[in-house]
């Protein structure tokens, strides 16, 4: 499940890339317009400034832009930079590996393999889903 957090970092990532004439947006306009917590918002884009997936300037018409095209942001490095490892199994993680306490071989657990083939796919959809696909669809859904 998204937190919270991913989820108003994706909300916030769109609604720049949306706006990408306008670069860059203040937090506080990020804020209103997408009802985000100020401060919560804050904290959320600097984390995308230090992964460098945003950009940030400061003074008086400062604020946030994508550093990079919105084709090239995806939901994988979106989630596991907040949420963590998007496996089910820790020994499964690609980023987040730990070996199950319980497990005598990974190599014949099938719990493990059933856990990577999920993983694997949703890392698979999750990578192909970019901002510009978010957009589109939104777009898609409106008409």
Known sequence: MLSKKTK????????IAKNKNEQPISVSRISEDQHIPL??????????KN?????S????????????????IDMAKVMRLFDGAIALLPCVSENFYLRCEECFDEETCGIRQIAM????????????ATLTDIIKREEKLKK
């Open 117 to 128: 083939e999920i993983r694997n796919e949703t890392v698979k959809r999750l990578k192909a």
């Open 39 to 48: 401060k919560f918002l804050e904290s959320i884009l600097t984390e995308l």
């Open 57 to 72: 300037t400061k003074g008086k018409y400062g604020g946030y832009s994508l550093n990079g095209t919105p084709e090239s």
């Open 8 to 15: 108003y970092a994706i909300n916030a990532l769109v609604y």
């Open 51 to 55: 992964s460098r997936i945003l950009n």
